[in-house]
């Protein structure tokens, strides 16, 4: 049972994505949709809306193109069916001065440097949630903006 | 000192560890990285994956503990079998279960336990992952539920054969 709060998962760690995961259902915090891949989570913000994510990123930047951060800048642009203030967490290797002036950019709302615990994931998106509450209510009184759409 | 009781259903349960063909067998990287991730999580210097056998615990995968079994007669593990819920024991020498307990008055000087039982199918506990501190601690809510979470993947881990998703993964 959880509180109509959808949250996306994007971290290709098993464990820690999965424990993240059972938690936040266990203790009725958030809906989670998991993602190990950037290509899946991209798909699933074109399809549906998510209340939050977190988003692990890569820094430096790999080759490929599906990235965390294009992710980020996918969905802040608009080009996603999540609303693009949507809040957004990032869990990161390391932080150098480059990459949180992007995160920055990217108005992100919390980065979780590693080593992090799940505890800090789960208190993070703790805080988004009750950020979302103290928004003025949606049409269906909702604190989600996800729920309603 | 008070020995661990004997589950109702010992009979089935140690059926289904047998069936499992997990004791005695070699480490598995995948429930190695679940001790690990667990000790690093709550910060203890002891999490194991035990397994109770008719007479002794024995450990598929350890961090921080030298010996791989010890006799069921003064596990604490042995003490968590007979339910679902995790068993807590934020310090061992005011609990009259094990404050005379030779791994809390010798080593590893146990003072903080915490094992979640393994519950297989119908029920039943093969074991627990368990959390060890040398110092008295407690967990709260949020603790307990990432403690049930990774109880949850070792479970599965330990009855089933490996997921590709798992086994290429990077370490967490």
Redesign the interface.
Request: charged share 25%; glycine share 6%.
């Given at each position: 049972m959880t509180s109509g709060f959808e949250v996306l998962l994007v971290e290709?760690?098993?464990?820690?994505r999965?424990?993240v995961s059972?938690?936040l259902r266990?203790?009725g915090t958030a809906g989670v949709t998991e993602s190990?891949t950037y290509q899946t989570a991209q798909a699933l913000c074109e399809r549906r809306a998510f209340d939050a994510a977190v988003i692990a990123v890569e820094w430096p930047l790999p080759a490929d193109s599906y990235r965390g951060l294009t992710l980020i800048q996918q969905i802040r642009s608009g080009e996603s069916a999540c609303a693009a203030s949507m809040p957004v967490a990032v869990m990161v290797e390391a932080c150098t001065g480059e990459l949180l002036e992007l995160l920055r950019a990217c108005g992100i709302s919390r980065v979780l440097i590693k080593?992090f615990?799940?505890?800090d994931v789960?208190?993070t998106i703790d805080r988004m949630k009750a950020g979302m509450q103290k928004l003025p209510p949606q049409r269906d009184g909702s604190p989600g903006a996800a729920a309603q759409r | 000192m008070i020995k661990p009781p004997i589950p109702a259903n010992e009979d089935q349960r140690l059926a289904l560890l047998y069936e499992l063909v997990l004791l005695d067998t070699p480490p598995e990287r995948r429930l190695d990285?679940?001790v690990e991730?667990a000790a690093?999580?709550f910060a203890v210097p002891i999490c194991l994956i035990s397994l109770v056998d008719s007479e002794r615990q024995w450990f598929k995968a350890r961090v921080g503990l030298d010996v791989c079994e010890t006799p069921r007669d003064i596990s604490f593990c042995g003490h968590a079998l007979g339910s679902s819920e995790v068993l807590m024991v934020p310090d061992a020498l005011l609990d009259a279960r094990f404050h005379d307990n030779p791994l809390v008055t010798g080593p590893p000087h146990i003072r903080f336990y915490a094992g979640a039982p393994l519950v297989c199918r119908d029920g039943l506990a093969i074991g627990t992952l368990c959390l060890i501190d040398t110092a008295p601690r407690t967990l709260d809510?949020?603790?307990l539920?990432?403690l049930?979470?990774?109880r949850?993947?070792a479970v599965v881990a330990l009855t089933r054969t490996a997921?590709p998703?798992?086994e290429g993964?990077?370490?967490?």
């Amino acid at each position: 049972m959880t509180s109509g709060f959808e949250v996306l998962l994007v971290e290709p760690g098993h464990l820690l994505r999965r424990t993240v995961s059972l938690t936040l259902r266990s203790l009725g915090t958030a809906g989670v949709t998991e993602s190990a891949t950037y290509q899946t989570a991209q798909a699933l913000c074109e399809r549906r809306a998510f209340d939050a994510a977190v988003i692990a990123v890569e820094w430096p930047l790999p080759a490929d193109s599906y990235r965390g951060l294009t992710l980020i800048q996918q969905i802040r642009s608009g080009e996603s069916a999540c609303a693009a203030s949507m809040p957004v967490a990032v869990m990161v290797e390391a932080c150098t001065g480059e990459l949180l002036e992007l995160l920055r950019a990217c108005g992100i709302s919390r980065v979780l440097i590693k080593p992090f615990r799940v505890r800090d994931v789960v208190d993070t998106i703790d805080r988004m949630k009750a950020g979302m509450q103290k928004l003025p209510p949606q049409r269906d009184g909702s604190p989600g903006a996800a729920a309603q759409r | 000192m008070i020995k661990p009781p004997i589950p109702a259903n010992e009979d089935q349960r140690l059926a289904l560890l047998y069936e499992l063909v997990l004791l005695d067998t070699p480490p598995e990287r995948r429930l190695d990285r679940i001790v690990e991730f667990a000790a690093k999580e709550f910060a203890v210097p002891i999490c194991l994956i035990s397994l109770v056998d008719s007479e002794r615990q024995w450990f598929k995968a350890r961090v921080g503990l030298d010996v791989c079994e010890t006799p069921r007669d003064i596990s604490f593990c042995g003490h968590a079998l007979g339910s679902s819920e995790v068993l807590m024991v934020p310090d061992a020498l005011l609990d009259a279960r094990f404050h005379d307990n030779p791994l809390v008055t010798g080593p590893p000087h146990i003072r903080f336990y915490a094992g979640a039982p393994l519950v297989c199918r119908d029920g039943l506990a093969i074991g627990t992952l368990c959390l060890i501190d040398t110092a008295p601690r407690t967990l709260d809510e949020v603790e307990l539920a990432i403690l049930a979470s990774l109880r949850e993947l070792a479970v599965v881990a330990l009855t089933r054969t490996a997921d590709p998703d798992e086994e290429g993964e990077a370490d967490d």
